[in-house]
């Protein structure tokens, strides 16, 4: 059964500062894997998607990268601004068949002025 | 282009009565997704819709939840006899199909008073 677990729950940081996000998934035999950030009472906007074939993806400041030997993706933020400042989500999606996501429970991200 | 609606934004409903979710998925989005988010247990996949396919109802909790989806596009998640634990934000997410990034709609927020 696929598990995926974000650490930190919580990072704040001034604006300006790159940061990675860290997001791990017990079963390494995934599909792709799913980047989105999640503002507050809104719904979850998708930021990037990277296949199993793929290392790394970008769009932007954002860099999202794949290691599936080690079950573990990072989501790089560059020059990181206080428009940032929302709840980060990686979702797997595990290879089998089944088109279900399995999300972490997020990094609450906030950028300080 | 429009993205994925979903109505209404907020329901609250009394135990024990049923209520209907509503999603109106990207138009030629042949895939559809229902996640339940709530406090305790983050982001939960519900049921998947591809085409014409026999859904992928694994998710679902319990045999009080249903969901149909009319004419290969608009969805209804229907809920019998709701429990005070059913309160959660219900997403909808489509795609253009197995595998491709997936698109969230804003969500229903239930209340079970």
């Known amino acids: 059964k696929q598990e995926v677990t974000q650490i930190p729950a919580a990072l704040s940081v001034p604006e300006g500062e790159n940061l990675v996000l860290n997001c791990s998934f017990t079963?390494?035999?995934?599909?792709?894997l799913q980047w989105f950030r999640q503002d507050p009472g809104k719904g979850l906007t998708s930021l990037l998607l990277i296949q199993s074939s793929q290392r790394e993806q970008t769009s932007g400041r954002l860099n999202a990268s794949l290691d599936k030997s080690s079950g573990r993706s990072t989501l790089y933020i560059a020059a990181s601004q206080p428009g940032d400042s929302a709840t980060y989500l990686c979702a797997a999606r595990t290879q089998g068949g089944s088109e279900k996501l399995v999300f972490g429970k997020g990094t609450k991200l906030t950028v300080n002025p | 282009g429009a993205g994925v609606s979903q109505s209404p934004s907020n329901k609250v409903t009394e135990k024990g009565k049923d209520v209907e979710l509503r999603c109106d998925p990207i138009?030629?989005?042949?895939?559809l997704y229902w996640y339940r988010q709530s406090l305790g247990q983050g982001l939960e996949f519900l049921i998947y819709f591809q085409g014409n396919s026999a859904p992928d109802k694994s998710g679902l909790p319990s045999d009080r939840f249903s969901a149909e989806r009319t004419g290969g596009s608009v969805s209804t998640l229907t809920i019998q006899r709701t429990q005070q634990e059913d309160s959660a934000v219900y997403l909808c997410a489509s795609s253009l199909g197995r595998g491709r990034e997936q698109y969230f709609g804003p969500g229903t927020r239930l209340t079970v008073t």
């Open positions: 138009s030629g989005h042949t895939a």
């Open positions: 079963d390494s035999a995934i599909y792709n």
